[in-house]
């Protein structure tokens, strides 16, 4: 079949919403790489200026401009990776063009490598084979889950499977018993609040976008997951993603929107066919697009691919991208809810949220909140890595002790060892060792009194074999490679704090 031309591309695509990361994708798949001529006619296309094109193309790590680039090996060296021989195995894959990528979000797994649209997995070139994703295990404590209450079912990731094991009976509840106004206080009493870092309350934000003078209002689900040793919505979205797609549409159904945009990072290229897959399923049962179980209520959901930038998690950033700016964060206020995609009353969410908010719907508000320990909340996934004997995704209670999950869920260090220190909230929370890794609690108010901080729920373990100093060098090493450069105290700091000193 002959490939498609420039001009076919360019008139499949100028006309969709957000078209300039899809389009750009287009052409790289096709061609392998992003050639000058490519650069040229998609700037003429899109009216861009080749100038500001060039600058957004290269801000990404994933769009290369060398012929057959596409095809070159990415290798993982991320802080779990570089633990398992992850330059190792760069240095071993030379000879084929390998070039090293930030943490891909496999730290429970063997070392990450990047092909074309595929993800192999190993830790050295023998090897090397494709991803088995390993599903979340099962709650060693016997506490009850939210958002893994169903995720090991069989079959979860179909769309009769996902209705089998109570799949939409929260969207069923919510378009058929209650106004759109009763499911944001709904949320609001559950007490959810982000699961991407921030904490915001759901309800909160959901209510100020039904609030916001401007039509179309737009839901966009963060699945960007970039902060290393953070893996959780890899694993919600490649076994449970109706429950994202189910949680985007309540949430429509709350606020008022009527499009939908899943942000899904570069390197989960097979979860974009996974959940092409879901979109599509939905669509054809009437779950999406035009009255939705027969009301007067329209959802058009979209996936964006991102293309490799720490950054773009952050959501002013994402909606740049999806706009098809630079993408630089944003001065705020305005806030999203009121000013975010197009300008536009936008609500942004993260995947662990969207998917806690379907659960939520099928059971009441206090069940939720009532989850948490000692007076906390609900549940959170921790993506759990490094040096204990089983790493994994575990949904813990909110206030379970870091000790309980190390120990007794994950096995503890590897015989012989001890654990050192831990990171939080992947890499961004920095370290807890000593007294503070014994007595913390998994809350925000118990890591932030030992000056870190839950975030996004990444921890990442070090035994008493590791250089704790190389560890927090390849941090900063991180942070600098990834600073955006907006604003100088990251520009010049973090460079600071990587160069050695003297
Ligand atoms: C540097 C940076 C990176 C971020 N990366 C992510 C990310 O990968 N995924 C995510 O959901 N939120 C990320 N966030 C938080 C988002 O800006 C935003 O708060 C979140 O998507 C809102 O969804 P929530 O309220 O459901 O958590 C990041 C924030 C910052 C400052």
């Given at each position: ?6 001009q076919?591309?360019?008139?499949d ?20 790489y992003?050639?000058e001529a ?11 200026p080749?100038a ?17 680039g596409?095809q ?19 240095a071993a ?18 070392v990450?490598v ?15 084979t ?16 939210c ?8 079959g ?12 939409y009976?929260?969207?069923?509840r ?15 009493q559950s ?11 759901t ?9 916001a ?24 979205l490649d ?12 949430a429509?159904?709350a606020?008022g ?13 097979e ?15 009437g ?6 179980l027969?009301?007067?209520?329209h ?22 991208s999806?706009e098809?700016k ?16 197009e ?6 969410n ?7 908010a ?9 069940w ?19 040096d ?32 050192q220190?831990?990171?939080?909230a992947?890499?961004s ?10 007595t913390a609690?998994l809350?925000e108010?118990?890591i932030r009194?030992?000056g ?11 035994d008493?074999?590791?250089?704790m ?5 390849n941090?900063?090493e991180?942070f600098?490679?990834e ?8 520009r010049?700091?973090t460079?600071?704090?990587?160069a050695?000193?003297?």
């Amino acid at each position: 079949m002959a490939l498609p031309t420039d001009q076919e591309l360019i008139a499949d695509w100028r006309t969709q919403p957000a078209p300039l990361l899809p389009l750009l994708h287009a052409f790289h798949d096709r061609d392998g790489y992003l050639a000058e001529a490519a650069i040229v006619a998609i700037a003429q296309g899109l009216r861009i200026p080749v100038a500001d094109l060039y600058g957004t193309i290269t801000f990404y790590h994933h769009f290369t401009r060398q012929p057959e680039g596409l095809q070159a090996p990415r290798v993982c060296t991320g802080p779990v990776c570089c633990l398992r021989g992850g330059k190792e195995l760069l240095a071993a894959l030379a000879d084929q063009g390998a070039t090293a990528m930030p943490c891909a979000g496999r730290c429970d797994e063997p070392v990450p490598v990047l092909q074309g649209h595929h993800v192999l997995i190993g830790t050295n070139v023998a090897t090397l084979t494709h991803k088995t994703t390993l599903l979340p295990p099962p709650n060693p404590g016997g506490i009850e889950e939210c958002v893994f209450a169903a995720i090991r079912e069989p079959g979860r990731n179909t769309l009769v499977g996902y209705q089998r094991s109570g799949g939409y009976e929260g969207l069923q509840r919510a378009i058929r018993t209650m106004t759109p106004a009763d499911v944001v206080e709904f949320i609001r009493q559950s007490k959810l609040a982000g699961r991407g870092g921030a904490g915001f309350p759901t309800g909160l934000k959901w209510k100020a976008v039904a609030e916001a003078g401007g039509q179309p209002k737009t839901i966009v689900c963060n699945a960007d997951e970039g902060e290393p040793g953070c893996f959780k919505d890899r694993a919600i979205l490649d076994y449970d993603p109706f429950a994202v797609i189910e949680g985007m549409t309540i949430a429509a159904y709350a606020t008022g929107a009527t499009r939908g945009f899943i942000y899904l990072r570069y390197e989960y290229p097979e979860i974009a066919q996974t959940l092409q897959q879901a979109i599509d399923e939905a669509t054809a049962g009437g779950w999406l697009g035009a009255n939705i179980l027969g009301a007067d209520f329209h959802f058009d959901l979209y996936i964006r691919r991102g293309a490799g930038a720490y950054i773009c998690g952050e959501e002013g950033s994402l909606l740049n991208s999806l706009e098809g700016k630079h993408p630089f964060p944003r001065n705020r206020p305005p806030f999203p809810v009121t000013h975010g995609f197009e300008n536009l009353p936008t609500a942004v969410n993260n995947v662990e949220t969207l998917a806690s908010a379907a659960q939520i719907m099928r059971h009441d508000a206090d069940w939720y909140a009532g989850l948490g320990l000692n007076g906390n909340a609900g549940t959170k996934v921790i993506s759990l890595s490094g040096d204990v004997q089983r790493p994994g995704n575990y949904e813990v209670p909110f206030g379970l002790p870091l000790r309980t999950l190390l120990y007794d869920w994950a096995g503890g260090p590897l015989p012989g060892r001890s654990l050192q220190a831990v990171t939080m909230a992947g890499l961004s929370g920095g370290f807890l060792s000593g007294e503070d890794m014994q007595t913390a609690t998994l809350d925000e108010p118990s890591i932030r009194s030992k000056g870190s901080m839950l975030g996004a729920a990444g921890i990442i373990a070090f035994d008493d074999s590791r250089a704790m100093v190389e560890v927090a060098h390849n941090a900063m090493e991180f942070f600098a490679h990834e600073s955006c450069g907006k604003c100088f105290p990251c520009r010049i700091g973090t460079q600071r704090l990587m160069a050695p000193s003297g």
